[in-house]
């Protein structure tokens, strides 16, 4: 019983850290919007101060120019047919175009998915009055009677360990996702030069479908948390398998994300 009662004490104390510490960072990172373009280390990259990458893109966009015309200077040798000029300098412009603009496009797709975000917050708030984030999750969670005092081997004592574990998992789970986000804004010179060339297009719908699921862990999460806040008898047996439930989702969230949007995916390509 003394180990027991040892182990109940140590979880009691790792879970008031999670509740202080991890639940509040969680929700930080959770929420990445257009204002992540304003903080280190993109900061310099919006302000145009840092270009480097988009300079090394226009470098590669050239190398491509050369290689044309030493195509079409092999193809007037042979005498083959050669490729069409004014097609090729309005490609050329286009890709220039995108790959100088390319973080003026990422800030703009960020300030549509802030409006979404923003959309999907009002709704929460307006179903349950309240700003809907796993800080509130946890709070609800230890609402339920006897969470306080719940031994370990309990269903109460189960729910705790796994929202320890799925707190943890999730930190890191989003930790993952931010730094993601930032890599894939600095690449996106290269994400649209890939553009070019049907060769290489496949990595702009990797790195787009990328962004794309990253950002809507986010709404995701909101609608899981969303669930138990909405059920009232919070007491039940049906309410713990429910809490049980979302916690385990929101651990496995961005492999469910990616499941479902490579699923659909797929299914617009095949058509």
């Known amino acids: 019983m003394d180990i027991i009662n040892n182990f109940n004490v140590l979880s009691e104390k790792f879970f008031k850290i999670l509740q202080r510490d991890v639940f509040p960072l ?15 280390p993109l900061k310099d990259l919006m302000n145009g101060k840092n270009n480097g990458m988009i300079m090394l893109a226009n470098t590669l966009l050239l190398l491509f120019v050369l290689f044309y015309i030493i ?14 000029v004014y097609y ?17 496009i990422c800030k703009f797709l960020f300030e549509i998915f802030d409006s979404l975000s923003d959309g ?3 709704f929460c708030f307006s179903t349950v009055n309240q700003t809907i984030n796993f800080e509130l999750l946890g709070k609800e969670i230890m609402n339920i009677k006897g969470m306080d005092s719940a031994d370990f081997i309990s269903v109460a004592g189960l729910i705790k360990g796994i929202l320890s574990g799925a707190s943890i998992s999730l930190l890191i789970t989003l930790s993952i996702r931010y730094v993601t986000i930032i890599f894939l804004i ?8 890939c553009l070019y060339d049907p060769a ?5 719908k990797i790195w787009f479908r990328t962004l794309l699921i990253n950002l809507l862990i986010e709404i995701f999460i909101k609608l899981i948390i969303l669930i138990p806040i909405l059920y009232d008898d919070k007491n039940s047996d049906i309410y713990k398998v429910i809490v049980l439930g979302c916690l385990y989702l929101m651990s496995k969230i961005s492999s469910f994300i990616s499941a479902f949007f490579t699923g659909i995916f797929e299914r617009l390509k095949n058509r």
């Open 71 to 84: 195509k079409q200077l092999i193809f007037l040798y042979n005498g083959d047919s050669m490729e069409n």
């Open 88 to 104: 090729f300098l309005g490609k050329f412009v286009f890709m220039m175009i995108l790959v100088n603009n390319s973080y003026e």
């Open 186 to 193: 600095l690449v996106s010179p290269f994400a649209f030069l």
């Open 120 to 122: 999907i917050t009002k």
């Open 200 to 204: 290489t297009v496949s990595f702009s």
């Open 26 to 40: 969680i929700d930080q990172i959770l929420e990445v919007n257009s204002s992540i373009l304003a903080k280190e």
